[in-house]
T-cell receptor, first 114, second 109 residues
Framework: DAGVIQSPRHEVTEMGQEVTLRCKPI?????LFWYRQTMMRGLELLIY????????DSGMPEDRFSAKMPNASFSTLKIQPSEPRDSAVYFC????????????FGPGTRLTVT | EDKVVQSPLSLVVHEGDTVTLNCSYE??????LLWYKQEKKAPTFLFML????IEKKSGRLSSILDKKELFSILNITATQTGDSAVYLC?????????FGAGTRLTVKP
């Protein structure tokens, strides 16, 4: 298996632009997680899906952030409009079962908003 | 407020030493505690602990959970330079996962 796939690996954009991050979980995994990591705040859970349904989005910082999982093999995290403080590494992870099992992380997307 | 505290924040040892990393937590509706290793990129999973007193072991790494005293330890024996990384502890309850700040371990040759 190729593992969790994220794209793009790096994204540089200007403040106010829309940013879309993409994730393909490991085949057969039915839980998917979006995390954000910064030096200041460490690793934070933004949202997680189980069987394509958002279970908890309390970690999503504000309305500018939205996440979707239209099918079992694809998820997006969108920021609109982006701000410099959104600069971070965004990780996607997937796991099997009800969700809170061993999670496998993707390589991350490094987002820089100027 | 739920919190996860790791100690020490950083640690420098020499190859062959044994290290113990600590993770204490205050979380409502605790379900499990997880340990991850993060080198330069994404975290990789080490252990998931759900029950008190049952040691999980993988090679030179082992971990145990104490649900009464609300902490877990991660032991690494005979450390190698490849063990240098940030070790993250995370605790989840019914709907949320909270990470500690991590312990940065440096193993010198």
């Amino acid at each position: 298996d190729a593992g969790v796939i994220q794209s793009p690996r790096h994204e540089v954009t200007e403040m106010g632009q829309e940013v879309t991050l993409r994730c393909k979980p490991i085949s057969g995994h039915n839980s998917l997680f979006w995390y954000r990591q910064t030096m200041m705040r460490g690793l934070e859970l933004l949202i997680y899906f189980n069987n394509n349904v958002p279970i908890d989005d309390s970690g999503m910082p504000e309305d500018r952030f939205s996440a979707k999982m239209p099918n079992a093999s694809f998820s997006t995290l969108k920021i609109q409009p982006s701000e410099p403080r959104d600069s971070a590494v965004y990780f996607c992870a997937s796991s099997s079962g009800q969700g809170w099992n061993e999670q496998y992380f993707g390589p991350g997307t490094r987002l820089t908003v100027t | 407020e739920d919190k996860v505290v790791q100690s020490p924040l950083s640690l420098v040892v020499h190859e062959g030493d044994t290290v113990t990393l600590n993770c204490s937590y205050e979380v409502t509706n605790f379900r499990s505690l997880l340990w991850y290793k993060q080198e330069k990129k994404a975290p990789t999973f080490l252990f998931m602990l759900t029950s008190s007193g049952i040691e999980k072991k993988s090679g030179r790494l082992s971990s145990i959970l104490d649900k009464k005293e609300l902490f877990s330890i991660l032991n690494i024996t005979a450390t190698q330079t490849g063990d240098s990384a940030v070790y993250l502890c995370a605790v989840y309850n019914n709907n949320d996962m909270r990470f500690g700040a991590g312990t940065r371990l440096t193993v010198k040759p």
